[in-house]
C-alpha cells in the first residue's frame, strides 16, 4: 500500500467514513475526502455541489474578516457578550465549517467547537492543524478546540470532556436559506445533505440552555420564526441575520 493510500484509510477508519474499497465498489456517498493542494477537502460533482469545500483560518475570507472584520463591533461579538469588554468562553455547538468560532477566538475567546458530521469535523481538524502551524494564526488556533459528536444528544459529555466551561453557547441550525448566490445554493445544498435540516433543533436550544452557564445565542434568519420553546430574552438584528439572546446571567468584564 502506498503512503497516500495508507494516510487515506487511516483517515476513513479515524472518522468513520468510506474506505477505498467502498469507493471503488460505488457503495460511497457522492462526497468523499481527499487532498487539494495541501489540504484536506471535500468533493463531489462540481455541477451539483461547486467547488471542493476546505476549511482555510490562514488565507481568502478567514484572512480579510481577521484583518478588517469589524472586532467587538460585530454582530456576533455584540451578541456572545464581547461588545461590552467581556471575554467569554464559548461552545460553537454547530461548528460547521468553524467560521464563527474563528471570529470568536480571534477575539480572545476560547472556543470549543462540536461538530457532529465526521467529514466537516475532519476538515475541521485539517484547518486547524494549518492555522496552528501559521505565525499569523497560531495564536489564534490555540485557542480553539475541537468536538466530534451529536450536541443535541451529547452536548454536556463533550463539554466535560473539553478544557473549556462554557458560559455561552453558540447556535446556528440549518434553516432554509434563500440567498441568490449560486455558491452558497451549493454550500447549503452539500451540508444539507450531510447533516439533514437539523429537525432537532429544539432539543438542540434545551442542551445548550442546560449547558451554559451565562447565555445561548442562536443565529437565525432575520425573518425566521424563533427555535421552538422558550422565547429569546433579547434580539439582534442585522441586515440579513438576528441573534436570539436567550440568558441566565449578565456577563461581567
Known amino acids: 500500500m502506498s503512503a497516500v493510500a ?5 483517515l476513513a477508519a479515524r472518522w468513520g467514513l468510506p474506505d477505498a474499497d467502498a469507493l471503488a465498489s460505488g457503495e460511497a456517498p457522492p462526497l468523499r475526502l481527499g487532498r487539494e493542494n495541501g489540504r484536506l477537502v471535500l468533493a463531489g460533482d462540481a455541477k451539483r455541489y461547486g467547488k471542493p469545500l476546505a476549511v482555510d483560518f490562514v488565507e481568502g475570507k478567514a484572512a480579510h474578516r481577521r484583518r ?8 456576533i461579538a ?31 475567546a476560547e472556543v470549543l467547537m462540536v461538530e457532529r458530521v465526521a467529514s466537516i469535523a475532519a476538515l475541521l481538524e485539517d484547518g486547524l492543524a494549518r492555522a496552528m502551524a501559521d505565525p499569523d494564526t497560531a495564536e489564534i488556533a490555540a485557542r480553539l478546540r475541537l468536538a466530534h459528536g451529536d450536541a443535541s444528544r451529547e452536548l454536556a459529555d463533550l463539554v466535560a470532556q473539553s478544557s473549556i466551561a462554557p458560559q455561552v453557547v453558540h447556535l446556528d441550525p440549518m434553516f432554509p436559506h434563500r440567498e441568490k448566490s449560486a455558491l452558497v445554493k451549493k454550500e447549503m445544498r452539500l451540508f444539507r445533505e450531510l447533516a439533514g ?14 449547558v451554559a452557564t451565562h447565555r445561548v445565542v442562536v443565529k437565525r434568519p432575520r425573518k425566521a420564526p424563533p427555535i421552538e420553546g422558550p422565547a429569546p430574552r433579547h434580539v439582534l438584528e442585522g441586515k440579513t441575520s438576528r441573534y436570539d439572546l436567550y440568558v441566565h446571567r449578565a456577563l461581567s468584564d
Do not use: I, M, W, Y
Not at 478588517?68 to 454582530?75: A, D, I, S
Not at 429544539?202 to 440552555?209: D, K, Q, T, Y
Open 68 to 75: 478588517f472584520g469589524g472586532g467587538r463591533g460585530q454582530l
Open 78 to 108: 455584540r451578541a456572545c457578550g464581547l461588545g461590552k469588554g467581556a471575554t467569554p468562553s464559548v461552545v460553537d455547538a454547530t461548528a460547521g465549517l468553524g467560521r464563527d468560532a474563528f471570529v470568536l477566538a480571534t477575539l480572545g
Open 197 to 210: 435540516d437539523d429537525a432537532d433543533a429544539p432539543r438542540l436550544l434545551e442542551a445548550a440552555l442546560d
Open 6 to 10: 495508507a494516510n487515506d484509510a487511516a
